[in-house]
């Protein structure tokens, strides 16, 4: 079954840029569509952007637009989401998760395949 993995977190300041990564191993990963979700303290895990299995079709959660942007490279079984403009707002534990087949949704109940998370956290 197919496993992810996230990188690239950690503290950066206002303004700032990170760069998130989501690996793949031990699964057909062009066949399925990776969502990245978010769970700041004390509140409920929402949904950020999404790619589809080849990559033509993305979705961005309003609070995101225009300072997040998501690809994939289907050659290095991974998909990434570069954050600029960072607002302590954006502070959480990121997540990425993966939906067999293409489709066009951030609902997390559709989405089966869950990694273990990378801490982003935004602060002067």
């Known amino acids: 079954q197919l496993q992810l993995v996230e990188s690239g977190g950690g503290l950066v300041q206002p303004g700032g840029s990170l760069r998130l990564a989501c690996a793949a191993s031990?699964?057909?990963?062009?066949?399925?569509?990776i969502g990245w979700f978010r769970q700041a303290p004390g509140k409920e895990r929402e949904g950020v952007s999404y790619?589809?299995?080849?990559?033509?079709?993305?979705g961005y959660a309003d609070s995101v637009k225009g300072r997040f942007t998501i690809s994939r490279d289907n050659t290095k079984d991974t998909v990434y989401l570069q954050m600029n403009n960072l607002k302590p707002e954006d502070t959480a534990d990121y997540y990425c998760?993966?939906?067999?087949?293409?489709?066009?949704?951030?609902?997390?109940?559709?989405?089966?395949?869950w990694g273990q998370g990378t801490q982003v956290t935004v602060s002067s």
């Open positions: 031990k699964g057909p990963f062009h066949y399925y569509t």
């Open positions: 790619i589809s299995s080849e990559g033509g079709m993305t």
């Open positions: 998760a993966g939906r067999f087949g293409s489709v066009q949704s951030l609902r997390q109940f559709i989405y089966s395949i």
